[in-house]
């Protein structure tokens, strides 16, 4: 279900593919599940033999999506072995099926070959997850790949207990690791889709659909709360003149400049281009007018360490103890307005500086 849900509702062509060989895996996993079962033989009493050949197909291709998952996951000069590996074990599968239909190898011979077939196919996983480790910079670009492990190890696990007591016990570990890495998986990819739905890429602050959500949840303001609004004045003659790259390298040190000039409780956005909103909440005026001079003394320490480009802005402000019937709309409407009077006014003062 979380897999069919994951698939439908995200577009993007990586979570898709993650999401399709977590969904084929699911599906072998349950066939083998079924056809391992007591009650399997009385839904199939007049071919119980293809039962037999079903479980075993099962294992010969149940390493696959694991293969292919790991394959998209890495540097692709690195799964050429993955590749001619999924090769392999697809080409056994076929010869197996070949032969075993019209009996020319037992059950229990293609059992063994299937085993040896998944226990290399698993081997060969784990081998390419550490080669990929090793000589990968990127922690979290592989963060998601050591839940792959935990399949390889309850795989193992039910291959060895099958050997040991004679039976599967209904591959107890594989499904055991499956499930948790089901629930990890989907919930990091969900994860991921909203933190790029919800974050500003280049700032690493929230965004206009964040804000618009978290104003939306909280329409009935049941605290003092107050709204900054900030334009950096001039950017659009630094990016005409210098290029766009300086002009965002301008936006992103504002942004840090906010970032470690106001609480963390308190939310920073980029509302979009050279705009910065800052919700405070619990504020009060004299609170408001600390964050404002905190964010100003920042701005003139870089500007005077700065070998680079000068960060001017003009910023406005209001509060909900001003405006008590307002909603967070108006309020940020109030704060728009003053920053346009006071960019106004720094233009007016400042016509050497830059003219945009």
């Known amino acids: 279900m979380v897999t069919l849900y994951g698939y439908f509702k995200y577009n993007k062509k990586q ?3 993650d999401l399709l060989y977590l969904g084929v895996f699911s599906v072998l996993l349950a066939v083998w599940r079924i056809t391992d079962t007591r009650i399997a033989p009385l839904l199939f009493t007049s071919n119980e033999m293809v039962l037999g050949y079903i479980s075993v197909g099962v294992l010969f ?8 998952f790991v394959r998209d996951r890495i540097d692709k000069a690195k799964a050429l072995p993955l590749n001619i590996t999924a090769a392999i074990v697809s080409i056994i599968a076929i010869f197996a099926v070949l032969y075993q239909v019209p009996g020319r190898i037992e059950i229990r011979e293609l059992i063994v070959l299937s ?4 226990i290399a196919s698993l081997a060969m996983i784990v081998l390419t997850l550490l080669i990929a480790e ?3 910079r990127s922690k979290k670009r592989y963060k998601s790949l050591y839940f792959v492990l935990l399949l390889v190890c309850g795989g193992i696990s039910d291959i060895l207990i099958f050997y040991a007591k004679g039976n599967s016990s209904g591959v107890f570990y594989t499904m055991i690791a499956f499930a948790i890495y089901a629930v990890i998986v989907a919930y990091t990819n969900i994860k991921e889709i909203r933190d790029k739905a919800y974050i500003d890429v280049h700032t690493g602050l929230v965004n206009k659909n964040y804000w618009d959500e978290l104003t939306k949840r909280n329409m009935k303001r049941n605290s003092m709360i107050g709204i900054m609004m900030f334009d950096l004045n001039c950017l659009k003659y630094v990016n005409d003149t210098y290029g766009h790259e300086s002009g965002d390298r301008l936006i992103f040190h504002f942004a840090n400049i906010l970032r470690n000039s106001v609480s963390p409780e308190n939310v920073i956005c980029r509302w979009g281009g050279d705009e910065f909103t800052i919700l405070l909440s619990n504020t009060s005026h004299e609170s408001l007018e600390k964050y404002a001079q905190a964010i100003e003394n920042a701005v003139d320490r870089y500007n005077n360490t700065t070998e ?9 402000h209001a509060l909900s103890s001003d405006f008590d019937s307002l909603t967070y709309d108006q309020l940020l409407q109030k704060a728009d307005n003053m920053m346009y009077n006071n960019k106004k006014i720094w233009y007016s003062q400042n016509n050497n500086v830059y003219k945009e």
């Open 15 to 17: 979570y898709k593919s």
């Open 308 to 316: 680079y480009l000068k960060i001017y802005y003009s910023e406005g």
């Open 115 to 118: 085993h040896i077939s998944l």
């Open 61 to 68: 291709i149940g390493a696959l999506p694991l293969l292919l």
């Open 134 to 136: 090793k000589s990968n």
